[in-house]
């Protein structure tokens, strides 16, 4: 690679700078013997912190706390002063967003990871010679990391340990330690599967929680984050094919009233009407189905009074739900993916805030009867998290572990 003159000047130029500096005051960490030893101290720490020692290579900064003055040059001192920033960085970071973070299978919303944040706080807690202090703010600011790490430290010390709560504990305090951090400044929602739970946050503050009904383990519900934007009152169902072809046809074939009792529509695939009386239904199957049902609106309808869309692969949406009776079970996996809500209404009111008027009016028992959908758009930014966690919180804040229900 050719540099120019004036590149070779300008990098000549900064490292002159930076030469400079180092000659007229010292380097933030060179300068500190005693705030190496504690970031080598805390790096040792790790495994109390749900993090991994290897993760950061720290073998230089055992030799540099005995030798805190072992550097050669005014460039070895640069270059050591960036290499123990880096690794101070990433330790912090680590603390603060997690490591590992949640795996999702689809993105509809990216998450900001604001590491400007984390440079500041070193820089302040280095000034104080108190980076332990920043470790301890940083673990405790979050009470689920808070809750997790006791329930961790106590595993760890226990004379008979649980290797796998122990795997779990860790895992799980680096995913709280990310939602911690996003949820900053938004309305999140988030349904963690295992507990089938939704919880909205506002900020760090829990503003809604309620039962859901997943995907049971042969369909199960997806991980991914989105954004909702929209809302549907009084939604149609279209119902799937897997579903029209192996769930209803069989029913329709064997009694043609079970057609008009589930309030169906039978659409061409131009999506127009059919009548239903013209079908010859017993010529249809699985791999011969030339229709589609849509069910109409009402207190009846799978999807209930409100629909909640967002944008993904799997066709997946949160929605009401005529089966109210599912939310007194302790095991609430019986959907076909999609997420039911227990208190849509008081949800839908949420995301809308002062445009909820539309809303006002709706009851969950009804009466409705075809009546016409309408959309109405949430004009707040509405991120979505569907997560799967094996740890969550009772009651009283304490740590419950959850049976792995997809395995």
Not at 97 to 121: A, D, H, M, T, W
Not at 193 to 205: D, E
Not at 305 to 312: G, T, V
Not at 350 to 367: F, V
Request: proline share 5%.
């Amino acid at each position: 690679m050719h540099l120019s003159r004036s590149c070779i000047f300008s990098f000549g130029t900064l490292m002159f700078i930076a030469l400079g500096l180092h000659a007229q005051r010292p380097y933030p960490w060179l300068s500190r013997p005693h705030a190496i030893k504690s970031l080598d101290s805390l790096v040792h720490l790790s495994p109390q912190f749900a993090l991994k020692t290897e993760f950061y290579a720290h073998g230089f900064l055992d030799t540099l706390a005995q030798q805190p003055h072992g550097w050669r040059s005014a460039e070895d001192s640069l270059l050591l002063e960036i290499k123990i920033q880096n690794l101070a960085q990433s330790f912090f970071e680590d603390l603060s967003f997690g490591n590992p973070r949640p795996n999702f299978k689809f993105q509809g919303y990216v998450f900001e990871l604001r590491k400007n944040e984390v440079s500041i706080l070193l820089d302040a807690y280095l000034k104080k010679q108190s980076i332990a202090n920043l470790v301890n703010y940083l673990n405790n600011s979050s009470l689920e990391v808070k809750t997790i790490l006791t329930r961790l430290q106590a595993e760890q010390d226990s004379l008979v340990p649980d290797r796998n709560k122990i795997a779990q504990l860790t895992l799980s305090a680096n995913h709280y330690r990310w939602l911690h951090h996003v949820r900053k400044n938004l309305l999140l929602t988030v349904v963690n599967i295992p507990a089938a739970q939704m919880k909205v946050y506002q900020g760090n503050q829990t503003v809604l929680k309620m039962k859901v009904v997943l995907g049971r383990p042969a369909r199960p519900t997806r991980v991914l984050t989105a954004q909702i934007k929209n809302l549907i009152i009084n939604p149609n169902w279209y119902v799937p094919r897997s579903i029209a072809t192996e769930e209803l046809l069989p029913e329709i074939q064997k009694n043609i009233r079970y057609f008009y009792a589930s309030h169906l529509d039978l659409l061409d695939k131009n999506n127009q009407l059919v009548d239903a009386k013209t079908v010859n239904w017993k010529a249809l199957s699985k791999n011969f189905f030339p229709y589609s049902f849509r069910q109409k609106t009402g207190v009846w309808n799978t999807l209930g009074i409100l629909k909640i869309p967002f944008e993904n692969p799997y066709r997946l949406y949160l929605h009401d739900t005529s089966e109210k009776k599912l939310f007194a079970s302790s095991k609430r996996f019986y959907s076909h993916g999609c997420i039911r809500l227990e208190d849509p209404i008081r949800y839908g009111k949420l995301l809308l805030g002062p445009n909820s008027k539309a809303m006002d009016t709706l009851k969950l028992d009804g009466p409705y009867y075809n009546i016409p959908s309408k959309w109405i758009k949430v004009n707040k930014i509405a991120p979505l998290i569907i997560w799967y966690n094996l740890i969550d919180f009772d009651e009283k804040g304490e740590v419950v572990f959850l049976e792995n229900i997809y395995k």
